[in-house]
């Protein structure tokens, strides 16, 4: 290994205390493995000062001395005082260490290894780090040599086991307790698991596993506040919505974070601009992201000006017969994973047959293409229309009027899942009144996001209408119902959040979504399955949402029980997304 030539040169130079190679006499297996124990302890003692960002404890595991060898990819640095005069506050944001190793050289001089990943502001680096460890004549150790050599690339995921954990498999099987193995980023083993020397073993006793949360709908063309929905409220004059679709689009990984941070490994984007296209390809292979599904941009009865920009648009009008299918085939083009239809028609909307007739031609450009056909339908007339077109997502509830035994024949008949996003009028509502009144935990949430939300108070136009409340709340009972009655008729419910709109904010919208759906009267269970294999499902990924073998390895480590209460998901500890793992406070947005 190159990294280990070079820290043998290292040993030789600092000549803390190898003079000769000794003989296998002078160095017992007992004295040995005693070096190996506390060479160890100290290894592990280094990192912790660390994690615990203590200044004092760092410098104390270092050699006090002109020998102390420090290197890495900027060259190497001698002795200890250019060590101590060092940024006291140049702390990392996390430090994970994995694969610690250690191995006695000779009699007090130990050789130590591990894994790192960094991760300072957006910044994430990994690697590997060595230290020589050196017996003093106290009995301490001290390090006298130093590595830390970042990965040229996109290593290899090492192998990881999730050990001793209650596990909730997402397929409605009882829960077990065992093990979950991983190996290139895929699950090797659940239950009663071997584990080999190359695997790093993570105890998780008293806690318990899930699958990643995939959130079915998302939009990442929307913010999360006004400035992405000037139809909701026009901020533009404070925040051009050219702007601010700019920033979304230069950086959508701080919603990738909020996702992860919340537990959630898959998302669906049912709607947006073109680009939104693109993050597909740019969140391959990549352990700092959800799987990302995308349909782009969406076929609709409307052309909301307001919400496209000059240069591309996210809503295209079906004016006729052979523009819906000139935009269905623009979309194959694109590969989008699905053909999105906006179908804000009523039964007496004007035209109402040639509407339906353009629904079903999206429809019957979906079947030709291989892809699902999703279509925001909100009444109990829409939706069985999208059904009859072939509908197999259909986003959001039927909210007005209960639905009814031929809705449910049409959705059985059409193989269609049901995506209530039963919470998101509630960020709506608080927009209208001016009163943010957060939901979710806002660690999870962008600093930019966060501040945008807290600006809700102070915008003026506060409307706030006891009778529209009244409504709001009615709207939200039956949706209850019709989501209870849809379930009970076996057709498949999914996790849905609308992420993006106004104060439903990516990554933990999906926790009041979840705890509307169980307080509709899904038990934790049907939740968790509605939230990972079914959603999963939606979104055209078997390879996703179960903790089965050969299905890549995303992951939720819970503090506490999901099946007792399902608001037990908030309780993140550990997110794995394709076999590597990132603890909550990694992903948080805290403050230094």
């Given at each position: 290994?190159?990294?280990?030539?070079?820290?043998?040169?290292?040993?030789?130079?600092?000549?803390?205390?190898?003079?000769?190679?000794?003989?296998?006499?002078?160095?017992?297996?007992?004295?040995?493995?005693?070096?190996?124990?506390?060479?160890?302890?100290?290894?592990?003692?280094?990192?912790?000062?660390?994690?615990?960002?203590?200044?004092?404890?760092?410098?104390?595991?270092?050699?006090?001395?002109?020998?102390?060898?420090?290197?890495?990819?900027?060259?190497?640095?001698?002795?200890?005082?250019?060590?101590?005069?060092?940024?006291?506050?140049?702390?990392?944001?996390?430090?994970?260490?994995?694969?610690?190793?250690?191995?006695?050289?000779?009699?007090?001089?130990v050789y130590g290894v591990y894994r790192y990943r960094v991760?300072?502001?957006?910044?994430?680096?990994?690697?590997?780090?060595?230290?020589?460890?050196?017996?003093?004549?106290?009995?301490?150790?001290?390090?006298?040599?130093?590595?830390?050599?970042?990965?040229?690339?996109?290593?290899?995921?090492?192998?990881?086991?999730?050990?001793?954990?209650?596990?909730?498999?997402?397929?409605?099987?009882?829960?077990?307790?065992?093990?979950?193995?991983?190996?290139?980023?895929?699950?090797?083993?659940?239950?009663?698991?071997?584990?080999?020397?190359?695997?790093?073993?993570?105890?998780?006793?008293?806690?318990?596993?899930?699958?990643?949360?995939?959130?079915?709908?998302?939009?990442?063309?929307?913010?999360?506040?006004?400035?992405?929905?000037?139809?909701?409220?026009?901020?533009?004059?404070?925040?051009?919505?050219?702007?601010?679709?700019?920033?979304?689009?230069?950086?959508?990984?701080?919603?990738?974070?909020?996702?992860?941070?919340?537990?959630?490994?898959?998302?669906?984007?049912?709607?947006?601009?073109?680009?939104?296209?693109?993050?597909?390809?740019?969140?391959?292979?990549?352990?700092?992201?959800?799987?990302?599904?995308?349909?782009?941009?969406?076929?609709?009865?409307?052309?909301?000006?307001?919400?496209?920009?000059?240069?591309?648009?996210?809503?295209?009008?079906?004016?006729?017969?052979?523009?819906?299918?000139?935009?269905?085939?623009?979309?194959?083009?694109?590969?989008?994973?699905?053909?999105?239809?906006?179908?804000?028609?009523?039964?007496?909307?004007?035209?109402?047959?040639?509407?339906?007739?353009?629904?079903?031609?999206?429809?019957?450009?979906?079947?030709?293409?291989?892809?699902?056909?999703?279509?925001?339908?909100?009444?109990?007339?829409?939706?069985?229309?999208?059904?009859?077109?072939?509908?197999?997502?259909?986003?959001?509830?039927?909210?007005?009027?209960?639905?009814?035994?031929?809705?449910?024949?049409?959705?059985?008949?059409?193989?269609?899942?049901?995506?209530?996003?039963?919470?998101?009028?509630?960020?709506?509502?608080?927009?209208?009144?001016?009163?943010?009144?957060?939901?979710?935990?806002?660690?999870?949430?962008?600093?930019?996001?966060?501040?945008?939300?807290?600006?809700?108070?102070?915008?003026?136009?506060?409307?706030?209408?006891?009778?529209?409340?009244?409504?709001?709340?009615?709207?939200?009972?039956?949706?209850?119902?019709?989501?209870?009655?849809?379930?009970?008729?076996?057709?498949?419910?999914?996790?849905?959040?609308?992420?993006?709109?106004?104060?439903?904010?990516?990554?933990?919208?999906?926790?009041?979504?979840?705890?509307?759906?169980?307080?509709?009267?899904?038990?934790?269970?049907?939740?968790?399955?509605?939230?990972?294999?079914?959603?999963?499902?939606?979104?055209?990924?078997?390879?996703?949402?179960?903790?089965?073998v050969g299905k890549i390895a995303d992951l939720v480590v819970?503090?506490?029980?999901?099946l007792t209460d399902i608001r037990n998901v908030r309780s993140?500890?550990?997110?794995?997304?394709?076999?590597?793992?990132?603890?909550?406070?990694?992903?948080?947005?805290?403050?230094?």
């Amino acid at each position: 290994m190159r990294v280990v030539g070079l820290t043998w040169l290292l040993v030789a130079l600092t000549s803390c205390a190898i003079n000769s190679p000794p003989t296998p006499s002078a160095y017992s297996p007992s004295a040995r493995a005693a070096d190996s124990v506390a060479a160890l302890e100290a290894f592990r003692s280094n990192i912790a000062s660390i994690h615990a960002r203590d200044r004092t404890a760092y410098l104390r595991h270092y050699l006090q001395s002109p020998r102390l060898a420090r290197t890495g990819a900027d060259g190497v640095a001698f002795g200890y005082e250019a060590l101590a005069s060092g940024d006291p506050d140049a702390w990392p944001d996390t430090l994970v260490a994995t694969h610690l190793e250690v191995t006695p050289l000779s009699p007090g001089v130990v050789y130590g290894v591990y894994r790192y990943r960094v991760t300072t502001g957006a910044s994430t680096r990994r690697g590997v780090s060595e230290r020589v460890l050196v017996k003093q004549p106290d009995g301490s150790w001290k390090i006298s040599v130093s590595t830390a050599f970042d990965s040229p690339g996109k290593g290899p995921t090492p192998a990881l086991a999730i050990s001793g954990a209650t596990i909730v498999d997402g397929t409605g099987a009882a829960a077990r307790v065992g093990a979950v193995v991983m190996r290139d980023g895929r699950i090797a083993c659940v239950g009663d698991c071997p584990t080999g020397p190359d695997v790093e073993v993570i105890d998780a006793r008293g806690r318990w596993v899930i699958p990643g949360l995939v959130d079915a709908h998302v939009h990442y063309s929307q913010t999360g506040w006004a400035d992405g929905r000037p139809d909701a409220l026009d901020v533009r004059g404070r925040f051009p919505y050219d702007a601010a679709m700019a920033a979304l689009q230069a950086r959508p990984e701080r919603f990738f974070r909020s996702h992860l941070c919340a537990g959630v490994t898959a998302t669906f984007d049912v709607g947006g601009y073109p680009w939104t296209l693109e993050l597909r390809e740019r969140t391959v292979g990549s352990t700092a992201a959800p799987n990302v599904a995308a349909a782009g941009p969406l076929l609709s009865a409307r052309e909301p000006e307001q919400l496209n920009l000059p240069a591309m648009k996210q809503f295209v009008l079906m004016a006729d017969e052979d523009a819906t299918r000139r935009g269905a085939r623009m979309l194959e083009a694109w590969r989008s994973d699905a053909v999105k239809v906006w179908f804000l028609v009523g039964a007496t909307t004007p035209d109402t047959a040639a509407w339906v007739g353009r629904l079903r031609t999206a429809g019957e450009e979906a079947r030709r293409m291989g892809r699902p056909l999703i279509v925001h339908a909100t009444t109990l007339w829409a939706a069985k229309h999208a059904l009859r077109a072939g509908a197999k997502l259909l986003v959001h509830s039927v909210e007005d009027l209960p639905v009814d035994e031929e809705f449910l024949r049409l959705a059985r008949e059409a193989g269609a899942s049901y995506n209530p996003t039963l919470t998101v009028r509630e960020g709506y509502v608080q927009l209208r009144e001016r009163r943010f009144q957060p939901r979710v935990p806002l660690e999870c949430v962008d600093p930019e996001t966060r501040y945008r939300a807290f600006l809700t108070d102070s915008i003026p136009g506060a409307v706030r209408d006891p009778e529209y409340r009244q409504r709001i709340n009615a709207t939200y009972r039956l949706m209850l119902q019709n989501l209870k009655r849809v379930h009970e008729a076996g057709i498949p419910v999914v996790l849905g959040s609308d992420a993006g709109n106004p104060l439903t904010l990516h990554g933990p919208a999906v926790y009041p979504e979840m705890e509307a759906m169980a307080e509709a009267g899904l038990t934790p269970m049907q939740v968790l399955v509605a939230s990972t294999r079914d959603a999963a499902r939606a979104m055209g990924r078997e390879d996703i949402g179960t903790l089965e073998v050969g299905k890549i390895a995303d992951l939720v480590v819970l503090e506490r029980d999901p099946l007792t209460d399902i608001r037990n998901v908030r309780s993140v500890r550990l997110v794995v997304r394709a076999g590597e793992s990132w603890t909550r406070e990694e992903l948080e947005y805290r403050s230094r």
